[in-house]
Nanobody, 115 residues
Framework: QVSVEESGGGLVQPGGSLRLSCVLSGTVVRFSNMDWYRQAPGKQREWVAS???????TYADSVKGRFTISRDNAENRGYLQMTSLTSEDTAVYYCHAVRMGKDYWGKGALVTVSS
């Protein structure tokens, strides 16, 4: 069964960095594109970043210049490197992957930015 799982969440101080990982398992067919979303307490889920099969990337204005999305096709894995974190980045981060036209969502990884 194909599934998506995030890892790497945790508690980090303001100004710190964290790297989230997302793996698509249960298949040898690599994902075509991957996105990261986040949902802060009391807010709607919002798109954060995307990476396409040709490695093209796009970012939400709120994270541009601070976050970097990347992929490792050999491991069917994607990453979200987050730097200069602030309390506004506190949220559950969700990975979304598209494989053969189907959507897969992870259960989320909690990122808490606090001193």
């Amino acid at each position: 069964q194909v599934s998506v799982e995030e890892s790497g969440g945790g508690l980090v101080q303001p100004g710190g960095s964290l790297r989230l990982s997302c793996v698509l398992s249960g298949t040898v067919v690599r994902f075509s594109n991957m996105d990261w979303y986040r949902q802060a307490p009391g807010k709607q889920r919002e798109w954060v970043a995307s990476i396409e099969s040709d490695y093209a990337t796009t970012y939400a204005d709120s994270v541009k210049g601070r976050f970097t999305i990347s992929r490792d096709n050999a491991e069917n894995r994607g990453y979200l490197q987050m730097t200069s974190l602030t309390s506004e980045d506190t949220a559950v981060y969700y990975c979304h992957a598209v494989r053969m036209g189907k959507d897969y969502w992870g259960k989320g990884a909690l990122v808490t930015v606090s001193s």
